[in-house]
Structures are given as structure tokens and as C-alpha cells.
Nanobody, 126 residues
Framework: VQLQASGGGLVQAGGSLRLSCAVSGRTFSSYTWGWFRQAPGKEREFVAA????????YFAESVKGRFTISRDNAKNTVYLQMNSLKPEDTAVYHC????????????????????WGQGTQVTVSS
């Protein structure tokens, strides 16, 4: 599976960005999809995930109510819509793919994901 993230950039606080993760190489519907981020000097952290069927989504508390995750099966693409951005959202954002049978207790762990795309930088100015 190959993952290609895009859509990052520089935005003012309160603004919005939509990240895209284009997927190729395997059956799109066979995976759980996640977004993680890593700020300078910090550990990589979970942001959001979506089940292969798209019916279940998961969010970090820090982004709940501001970010949404979705998928477009026809385009083999996963999206992360980020609204009301804050300076603390500044990080490199990575998309990842893991087993469709991933259990809920591990969905927020980066070790549960098998495939990773390169990151896209998001910078939020105050």
C-alpha cells in the first residue's frame, strides 16, 4: 500500500485546511485509516481514524468537534478536514493504514498501523 498525503500549508488561527491521503496499491476498503501528527520535539500523536466501512470514526480529545475524517471510495482517498485551527495544531501530519480488524483499544496507537505516507506540514500562526 502506498500513501500520499497532501494539503498542508500555512494558515492563521481560526482557519481551515483539508488534508488528503491518496491510496494506491491494494484494495482501499480493506484497511482502517488513521491520521497522526508530530510537532517538533514531541512524540507522534493520534489525531483521527476511520474504519474501512466508514461508519466508525475516532478522534483525539484535542481535536474533537473541530476535525472530521472521511473517505471517498471512488477516489481511494481519505480526508482530514481541520477547522478552527489553533497554533498548537502545528505539526507534520501523517496518514497511515492498518488492519480492517483493528480493535478499538489499539486504534489510537501508531504501532497498530502497518503502512505510512510521508508527512505534510501544517503551520498555524497566531
Amino acid at each position: 500500500v502506498q500513501l500520499q498525503a497532501s494539503g498542508g500549508g500555512l494558515v492563521q488561527a481560526g482557519g481551515s485546511l483539508r488534508l488528503s491521503c491518496a491510496v494506491s496499491g491494494r484494495t482501499f476498503s480493506s484497511y482502517t485509516w488513521g491520521w497522526f501528527r508530530q510537532a517538533p520535539g514531541k512524540e507522534r500523536e493520534f489525531v483521527a481514524a476511520i474504519r474501512w466501512g466508514g461508519s466508525s470514526t475516532y478522534f483525539a480529545e484535542s481535536v474533537k468537534g473541530r476535525f472530521t475524517i472521511s473517505r471517498d471510495n471512488a477516489k481511494n482517498t481519505v480526508y482530514l478536514q481541520m477547522n478552527s485551527l489553533k497554533p498548537e495544531d502545528t505539526a507534520v501530519y501523517h496518514c497511515a493504514a492498518g488492519s480492517a480488524r483493528m480493535i478499538s483499544t489499539t486504534i489510537r496507537l501508531d504501532s497498530a498501523y502497518d503502512y505510512w505516507g510521508q508527512g505534510t506540514q501544517v503551520t498555524v500562526s497566531s
